[in-house]
């Protein structure tokens, strides 16, 4: 069995083969799955990643698989002259739905009740099949950490923590 052993972003080098996955499956660590060409590939990733449509797979001997981000049944959201996008991108993040967010609109999984509080609250709700790539979480890690980088080593007395003060007349 193949084995995918790292991931990078897209790559101009045509690669070994394909897998169309939805975005629920594109967040990988350790995963058995087959290529366009029927080839099993045991996914070993080191930690978890959520690959993006066009993203790769890299093989141990080099070879990679583009990942192509399935078509999936989807609510397409727009705004309305009674209520602005970002007003329902509240209601949406409030509830911690995975959500595409672009410009004029917001793509999210079908869900009835969302429908159903998203027409409530003024929004045009569309049904859609696309392909999805919801906005990564801030708690998500994609591929980089998030420790701080100074340009100097750590082996000094103090520490990097940041106090916010508020001031509120």
């Known amino acids: 069995m193949l084995r995918a052993i790292s991931h990078a972003h897209h790559t101009a080098a045509e690669p070994f083969g394909t897998v169309v996955l939805d975005s629920h499956d594109r967040h990988l660590r350790r995963k058995v799955i087959t290529t366009d060409r029927g080839d099993k590939v045991m996914v070993d990733l080191p930690e978890a990643v959520l690959l993006s449509d066009g993203d790769v797979l890299v093989l141990e001997d080099g070879r ?11 609510y397409e959201i727009r705004p309305s002259a009674n209520v602005p996008l970002s ?9 911690h739905l995975a959500a595409q967010i672009e410009a004029g609109r ?3 999984r079908r869900d009835h009740v969302i429908r159903d509080m998203l027409l409530g609250l003024g929004a045009i709700v569309t049904e859609v099949i696309e392909r999805f790539q919801p906005v990564h979480g801030a708690y998500h890690h994609h591929d980089h ?5 100074h340009g100097h080593d750590h082996k000094h007395g103090h520490n990097h923590e940041h106090d916010h003060h508020h001031d509120h007349d």
Do not use: C, M, Q, S
């Not at 990679?64 to 989807?74: D, F, G, V």
């Not at 991108?89 to 409030?94: E, R, S, V, Y």
């Open 106 to 108: 917001i793509l999210i």
């Open 87 to 95: 007003h329902l991108a509240w209601h949406l993040g409030n509830r």
């Open 145 to 149: 950490d998030h420790a701080h980088v």
């Open 64 to 74: 990679t698989i583009a990942i192509i981000a399935a078509r999936e049944k989807l």
